[in-house]
């Protein structure tokens, strides 16, 4: 069964794959072949191909991921460069696709967000591009392609976010709604977990490959206070434990002064109903979200294990979050791997945050779906902390029962019985993280591509 998994996995991505000039430079998010899929999943998207990425190097095939890092850098390159450019000189475009005229002739096309639902500029692509790149150059083991002069403009446009005029004294990243994975409205403005956590690995790994010439030095010297802050900032603000919540539940408020205990004024009565009994003493998590006066107190998977992976968390709370994970099992994994963010918003709750958007409806999509792409960093961050048993129970689920559906972008429901209603099927990235959680498994050794 693993065998023929694996082996439909794979003719799923290699049919995915988007030619320019005769070579191959992304794959395509879904190629459905009941034609439903929506126009755009037939662009590449660069979160998406981060994944089939690592399956790339893995398997040696590094020049479909060169080529893909040159060809989304000149559409950005293109774009940063148009004299009626409007995008912020940081963005990248969170797609593009291939345009063929009847001439013969090719041309790029980005999406920079203007063509996007709820016309929202992507912030993650730029972090996944970074991080793919840094794989890419462990792999070849050859800087040539970081030295490259557009390399160098595009990781320093990753330190050029760390520079910018704000009115924020936080280390950390602050975004609107829809501007990464969670791309539609679901009240994760502000400073969503998982942002933070693409932005410290990228930020590392920017820094390990940036030219150290005197025009740099500034933004070297910024970016490294910067990830310094946001490490400590993570780890200490975001962590929620027994400990910690009883910390919060008995802080006073309205402190002002250097030396208060409730520094960002979190009140009590804002602790959920749920969170008490959910955590249980040798578990816990990063939030999902936390500001002035507010600590969202949802679980986002993502940005969880990735902070497992890249090591923004300590050994002590990487090993909660996997504890988290075993004790609540039905609720984060249930029938597939794995839940995008727990609890879902209902009533009140989704007609105010969400805007009544009917594909987020609780318990899908956004809003507490299931999605088999988090297959792989669950399998990474399983490994890293000595959790094998974690990782291979999570991929026994995902062999069985992807090939059977159709290898479907995301699924419904409270366990994830249920075929996603609006998921789209032949979803690459599905395909893509079952295969590069299975190269996980028989080589833990690959997690030296992730920035830890």
């Not at 009533?347 to 809003?367: F, I, M, Q, V």
Request: charged share 25%; proline share 5%.
């Amino acid at each position: 069964m693993k065998d023929k998994a694996l082996g439909d996995a794979y003719r799923l991505l290699d049919a995915s794959l988007i030619h320019y000039r005769d070579r191959p430079v992304g794959t395509a998010a879904a190629i459905d072949p009941t034609g439903l899929a929506a126009d755009n999943y037939r662009e590449c998207f660069i979160r998406d191909f981060a994944v089939s990425g690592l399956v790339f190097l893995a398997d040696g095939r590094w020049e479909i991921v060169r080529d893909f890092l040159l060809t989304s850098l000149e559409v950005t390159e293109r774009e940063h460069s148009a004299p009626e450019q409007t995008i912020h000189h940081s963005v990248m475009p969170a797609s593009f696709h291939v345009r063929r005229e009847q001439d013969g002739k090719e041309y790029l096309r980005g999406d920079f967000g203007e063509q996007a639902i709820g016309r929202v500029a992507p912030v993650d692509s730029i972090m996944w591009w970074t991080l793919l790149l840094c794989a890419t150059m462990q792999t070849i083991g050859d800087r040539g392609l970081a030295e490259r002069p557009d390399v160098q403009r595009n990781l320093r446009r990753v330190l050029a976010l760390c520079a910018n005029d704000s009115f924020e004294v936080y280390p950390t990243l602050m975004v609107p709604d829809g501007a990464f994975m969670v791309d539609r409205r679901m009240g994760v403005y502000g400073h969503p977990l998982e942002i933070q956590v693409l932005f410290f690995g990228a930020l590392r790994r920017a820094l390990h490959y940036i030219d150290r010439s005197p025009e740099n030095r500034r933004l070297i010297a910024v970016g490294e206070h910067r990830l310094r802050g946001l490490r400590q900032y993570v780890q200490h603000y975001y962590w929620l434990d027994v400990q910690r919540l009883n910390e919060l539940y008995r802080s006073p408020t309205e402190e002002l002064g250097e030396s208060v205990s409730n520094d960002l004024n979190i009140q009590p009565q804002s602790i959920r109903d749920w969170v008490a009994d959910w955590l249980s003493d040798e578990s816990g998590y990063l939030v999902g979200n936390l500001g002035s006066g507010r600590m969202d107190f949802r679980f986002f998977t993502q940005g969880n294990l990735l902070a497992v992976v890249f090591g923004l968390v300590t050994d002590r709370q990487a090993r909660g979050i996997m504890n988290l994970i075993e004790r609540r099992w039905d609720d984060l994994v249930g029938t597939m791997p794995v839940k995008l963010c727990y609890p879902a918003l209902t009533g009140e709750a989704w007609d105010l945050l969400t805007g009544c958007d009917p594909k987020n409806r609780p318990w899908s999509y956004h809003n507490g779906g299931n999605w088999p792409v988090l297959l792989w960093p669950l399998v990474a961050a399983a490994l890293s902390t000595g959790r094998r048993d974690l990782a291979e129970r999570a991929f026994a689920l995902a062999v069985e029962r992807l090939p059977r559906d159709g290898w479907p972008e995301y699924y419904d429901g409270t366990s994830g019985r249920l075929l996603g209603r609006y998921a789209n099927l032949q979803q690459t990235w599905s395909a893509a993280a079952l295969i590069l959680a299975d190269k996980l498994l028989e080589d833990p050794g690959l997690l030296a591509l992730l920035p830890e």
